[in-house]
Nanobody
Framework: QVQLVESGGGLVQAGGSLRLSCAAS????????VGWFRQASGKEREFAAA????????YYADSVKGRFTISRDNAKNTVYLQMDSLKPEDTAVYYC?????????????????WGQGTRVTVSS
């Protein structure tokens, strides 16, 4: 069992930056691929970014590519999502998720563990 706790959300003006953190309760978090998803009010949850467990390969949704960076610090059992050049349409609750798989996941049904989410609001 893995418990995930997100932090770092908040209110920021358009063009600003935030760094989200996803801390895992379990050691050997490096054995898990991790993804970030987001859900805006009234919309379905959508994929944002993912990082693989082994070589740290990354993948981004087109909507965030070039603005968001996912990274991991396995010594701290933490995955980060650096969000730059934020836009009002990035406003959502952001969730991290983990999966004990070797490939780079992108669909929500590939993940076994989910955090409770952290809210990001980008004002125009």
């Amino acid at each position: 069992q893995v418990q995930l706790v997100e932090s770092g959300g908040g209110l920021v003006q358009a063009g600003g930056s935030l760094r989200l953190s996803c801390a895992a309760s379990r050691r050997a978090f490096s054995n898990y691929a991790v993804g970030w998803f987001r859900q805006a009010s009234g919309k379905e949850r959508e994929f944002a970014a993912a990082i693989s467990r082994s070589f740290g390969s990354t993948y981004y949704a087109d909507s965030v590519k070039g603005r968001f960076t996912i990274s991991r610090d396995n010594a701290k059992n933490t995955v980060y999502l650096q969000m730059d050049s934020l836009k009002p349409e990035d406003t959502a609750v952001y969730y991290c998720a983990a999966a004990a798989i070797t490939w780079l996941p992108r669909r929500s049904n590939e993940f076994d563990y989910w955090g409770q989410g952290t809210r990001v609001t980008v004002s125009s």
